[in-house]
């Protein structure tokens, strides 16, 4: 591991304890079942791209999973069926082209160095995707968090729910689903905590214009 990549999972050790991993993880697995399930089938190969602990890939059902993540230690958090790829978002050379169903990315495009990564991204997102595969953005939204956005030492490139469609579009995919205020900011937020809570949210969409600060973004890959 780079000297790079040790202080980055320090920081990620301190900002999240492994103490919390399991309270995320049941946040996780009820976002997964109600709510990212109608974009992913049980019979999907997913990918996730920045897997990091692998709460979405751990929880989704799916029948191939995939974590991308250039951290060789996202092996301990990822379930025995996830299968781990330690490559560039960039470049991932062992997903062949045209092979995956859906691919997720949650929180991890503000830590790319610059857009033109992002927009690399996207186009890797593609070309692994098959014909009417869908990309999933879950992203915090600085349209709605100005300042809180930077409170983390690793954030560099901001994005909106505007500037991911344009980024899709620009990489060859035609978002379908735009929603600029989802989920709260971060698993510390006040709401929701509880699994019975995660559930009530979702199903009050209501409720996500007053507390959603990431926004969902979902496109999908024509035709050749």
């Known amino acids: 591991m780079s000297d790079t990549n040790l202080e980055l999972d320090k ?10 991993l399991a309270r995320k993880h049941a946040i996780w697995k009820v976002l997964c079942t109600e709510f990212f399930s109608r974009y992913v089938k049980p019979t999907d190969t997913v990918v996730d791209i920045g897997a990091g602990y692998c709460e979405f890939i751990n929880n989704i059902p ?31 050379s062992k997903i062949e082209a045209a092979s995956v169903d859906a691919v997720f ?13 992002v927009l690399d991204t996207f ?10 595969g869908r990309v999933i953005v879950l992203q915090p939204n600085i349209r709605y ?31 379908q689903v735009v929603v600029a205020r989802f989920l709260p900011y971060t698993t510390k937020s006040r709401l929701p905590q509880a699994p019975w809570l995660v559930s009530l949210y979702l199903k009050v969409p209501l409720a996500w214009r007053f507390l959603g600060k990431q926004a969902l973004v979902v496109a999908s890959k024509g035709a050749p």
């Not at 999973?65 to 560039?88: C, G, H, Q, T, W």
């Not at 186009?123 to 009417?132: D, Q, V, W």
């Open 123 to 132: 186009r890797e997102a593609r070309r692994i995707l098959k014909p009417g």
């Open 105 to 117: 990315m949650s929180n991890f495009l503000e830590h790319l160095p610059n857009k033109d990564l």
């Open 11 to 20: 920081l990620y050790h301190q900002r999240f304890p492994e103490a919390e």
């Open 145 to 175: 968090l100005p300042g809180e956005y930077w409170d983390f030492f690793d954030h560099h490139t901001p994005l909106t729910e505007r500037s991911l469609v344009e980024g899709l579009q620009l990489a060859g995919l035609d978002p």
């Open 62 to 92: 799916a029948a191939r999973k995939i974590a991308v993540d250039l951290n060789p230690d996202v092996r301990r958090f990822a379930k025995p069926e996830v299968e781990v790829i330690n490559e560039s978002c960039t470049a991932i």
